[in-house]
């Protein structure tokens, strides 16, 4: 009876251990792709690095579901950069190209009009109400980069959250499972 | 070890490492291109120039705009956003850039062409500075990637000058 015992008791330890370095693994992952998002923050200088687009104001240059690179610094905003903004009292951020700049001589201070590339007439109707000018608070970053289609991922997984438990469920199963 | 999930696993995660790289490869590639743009801007006429009822100084203009931006075309190029911009300093502003119109060159054919038009967008002031006023007018233009880096860059022409009275 002896060797029985021993036995249950060596599967019983090496599940606990298999258990424990899956969670570990597991726990890297999900760190290391935070890790990523921090420091594309500091290096951007954006509290958001990476932005979806998600609607057709900017066609045909930039499409639903593309996704741009943000970049923050110091640099004056001029006219002809394509800049995401928060309005007060929108939740979502607009991509739009800066049209027109007034830049103050004593405090440095910028005034800009933004302008989708598709739409007929500047913002100022998406602006909150009475708003003439974008200051620099409102500004998130400017796009420096661009690559087409990823963004679906996301859209599609806020549109249809179902979709997302399952591959959510399906990868940490996998995770838990595989034996490497 | 050689399970479907981890075969499809390696799979994918080549495909996508591979598709990365020939994006940036293709984004890099247009550094290999030095362009040679050229544009001309001529005012043909003011048409009208005004104070507003709330003090905002108006012009209105008639530009001829000449160009050949075809050099700017790569292979990774998508379109080219152009826009010709007044560039002036008044007293207030340090500097005012206002766009007074802008095009989409969706492909290289059309990048060489000579435009009459007026102003697209108002030309106002933030004040009433723009009398006799010198500016400069620049063509921008904004070189959009099929994926990738985005440049800019712009031709400044300067030695306007806006007549001295309204009309």
């Given amino acids: 009876m002896g060797w029985i015992g021993e036995s249950i008791e060596s599967i019983k330890s090496l599940q606990i251990r298999q258990v424990l370095t899956q969670g570990v693994s597991l726990g890297m992952i999900v760190t290391s792709a935070l890790i990523i998002w921090k420091a594309l923050m500091c290096i951007t200088g954006?509290?958001?690095?990476?932005?979806?687009?998600?609607?057709?104001?900017?066609?045909?240059?930039?499409?639903?579901?593309?996704?741009?690179?943000?970049?923050?610094?110091?640099?004056?905003?001029?006219?002809?950069?394509?800049?995401?903004?928060?309005?007060?009292?929108?939740?979502?951020?607009?991509?739009?190209?800066?049209?027109?700049?007034?830049?103050?001589?004593?405090?440095?201070?910028?005034?800009?009009?933004?302008?989708?590339?598709?739409?007929?007439?500047?913002?100022?109707?998406?602006?909150?109400?009475?708003?003439?000018?974008?200051?620099?608070?409102?500004?998130?970053g400017r796009a420096v980069g661009f690559l087409p289609y990823v963004g679906w991922v996301t859209i599609i997984m806020t549109e249809k959250p179902i979709i997302k438990y399952i591959l959510i469920g399906a990868l940490g199963l996998l995770v838990i499972t595989s034996k490497d | 070890m050689h399970s479907f999930g981890y075969r499809a696993n390696a799979l994918l995660t080549f495909a996508v490492t591979i598709l990365a790289l020939m994006c940036a490869i293709a984004s890099l590639?247009?550094?290999?291109?030095?362009?040679?743009?050229?544009?001309?801007?001529?005012?043909?006429?003011?048409?009208?120039?005004?104070?507003?009822?709330?003090?905002?100084?108006?012009?209105?203009?008639?530009?001829?705009?000449?160009?050949?931006?075809?050099?700017?075309?790569?292979?990774n190029t998508k379109q080219l956003f152009i826009f010709v911009a007044a560039e002036y300093e008044t007293p207030k502003n340090a500097l005012n850039q206002v766009s007074l119109w802008d095009a989409i060159i969706p492909a290289k054919e059309f990048a060489k062409f000579s435009i009459h038009t007026s102003n697209k967008y108002r030309f106002i002031d933030q004040g009433h500075n723009l009398r006799s006023k010198e500016f400069n007018l620049t063509l921008h233009w904004h070189v959009m990637p099929k994926t990738g880096k985005m440049f800019a860059n712009k031709i400044v022409m300067s030695g306007y000058r806006l007549p001295e009275d309204y009309r």
Wanted: hydrophobic fraction near 35%; charged fraction near 25%.
């Fill in chain 1, 46 to 140: 954006s509290e958001s690095p990476v932005v979806v687009v998600l609607s057709g104001s900017m066609e045909p240059g930039f499409k639903r579901g593309d996704i741009l690179f943000l970049h923050m610094s110091k640099d004056p905003i001029r006219a002809g950069e394509i800049v995401v903004f928060n309005v007060d009292g929108r939740e979502i951020p607009i991509v739009h190209r800066v049209i027109k700049v007034h830049e103050r001589q004593d405090t440095g201070e910028v005034e800009v009009l933004t302008k989708g590339d598709n739409n007929y007439g500047d913002d100022r109707l998406l602006y909150a109400q009475g708003q003439l000018w974008l200051k620099r608070q409102h500004i998130m």
């Fill in chain 2, 29 to 75: 590639s247009d550094n290999l291109n030095t362009p040679s743009p050229s544009a001309q801007i001529e005012i043909l006429n003011i048409n009208w120039f005004q104070k507003q009822p709330h003090g905002n100084d108006e012009v209105s203009l008639t530009l001829n705009i000449t160009a050949d931006l075809q050099s700017l075309f790569t292979w």
